[in-house]
């Protein structure tokens, strides 16, 4: 069993940053060999990909609307995945989760997923 927690969530204006983290619960061996995404759900919209990692965070997928301001990255000693967001926009708003899917590459469908963090909320004010 993989239990995914994230957090670095919270309130922030138009243009500024937040760093998201995701910690899991699986060993150390055991998260590096997975790859590990972050997904976005406003309210009223669906789920909807962000950017995920393979792996060994040699591969990296981003969703064009935060392509160029987000960055994934994980640390594999730490168990950790983290997502930095710059130059946040109101329509980034939304709760955020991370999922784990037990294959080395990532992938952009939810549905490929196995594991899947509480989710944390980022709120851009305009």
């Known amino acids: 069993q993989v239990q995914l927690v994230e957090s670095g969530g919270g309130l922030v204006q138009a243009g500024g940053s937040l760093r998201l983290s995701c910690a899991a619960s699986a060993s150390g061996r055991t998260f590096r060999s997975y790859a590990m995404g972050w997904f976005r759900q406003a309210p009223g919209k669906e789920r909807e990909f962000v950017a995920a990692?393979?792996?060994?965070?040699?591969?990296?997928y981003y969703a064009d609307s935060v392509k160029g301001r987000f960055t994934i990255s994980r640390e594999n000693a730490e168990n950790t995945v983290y997502v930095q967001m710059n130059s946040l926009k109101p329509e980034d708003t939304a709760l955020y989760y991370c999922?784990?899917?037990?294959w080395g590459t990532g992938s952009y469908y939810a549905l490929e997923y196995d594991y899947w963090g509480q989710g944390t909320q980022v709120t851009v004010s305009s």
């Open positions: 990692i393979n792996c060994s965070g040699s591969s990296i």
């Open positions: 999922a784990l899917r037990e």
